[in-house]
């Protein structure tokens, strides 16, 4: 699996959870932590099965922007999951590119 976060237009976090390049799971709020809870009861004991995080670069507000990413890194951190970024989705192609250094999407962090 791999999980996107992104901010809309409108100001809003969202999260999508893809397999096989098809989308299995949303999840949007106006606050992070309505995202988070809801992305954890999800994921409560599948957080092995995400291959991937991929983070939306922008453009955004710079706050929101900041703390997307701070959520990102911090569940990449926990889960030992690679982190990348991207200004363009594209759901076939990510779900086919590993993360890795050589990675075309910006690799933020790249665990061992």
Same mark, same amino acid.
């Given at each position: 699996?791999? #999980?996107?976060?992104?901010? &809309?237009?409108? /100001?809003?976090?969202?999260?999508? #959870?893809?397999?096989? *390049?098809?989308?299995?799971?949303?999840? !949007?709020?106006?606050?992070?932590? !309505?995202?988070?809870?809801? +992305?954890?009861?999800?994921?409560?004991? %599948?957080? =092995? !099965?995400?291959? /991937?995080?991929?983070?939306?670069?922008? $453009?955004?507000?710079? =706050?929101? +922007?900041?703390? &997307?990413?701070?959520?990102? +890194? /911090?569940? =990449? +951190?926990? %889960?030992?999951?690679?982190?990348? /970024?991207?200004?363009?989705?594209? @759901?076939? =192609? *990510?779900? &086919?590119?590993? #993360?890795?250094?050589? &990675? $075309? #999407?910006? @690799?933020?962090? $790249? @665990?061992?």
């Amino acid at each position: 699996m791999i #999980l996107r976060i992104e901010v &809309t237009p409108e /100001g809003e976090t969202c999260s999508w #959870l893809y397999a096989a *390049a098809r989308e299995i799971f949303r999840s !949007q709020g106006k606050s992070m932590a !309505q995202v988070a809870t809801v +992305l954890d009861k999800k994921l409560k004991s %599948q957080w =092995s !099965q995400v291959s /991937g995080i991929y983070v939306f670069l922008g $453009p955004a507000g710079y =706050s929101r +922007l900041r703390a &997307t990413h701070a959520f990102a +890194l /911090g569940i =990449s +951190l926990a %889960q030992r999951i690679p982190i990348a /970024g991207y200004k363009v989705w594209h @759901p076939r =192609s *990510a779900a &086919t590119v590993p #993360l890795s250094s050589k &990675t $075309p #999407l910006n @690799p933020i962090y $790249p @665990p061992d």
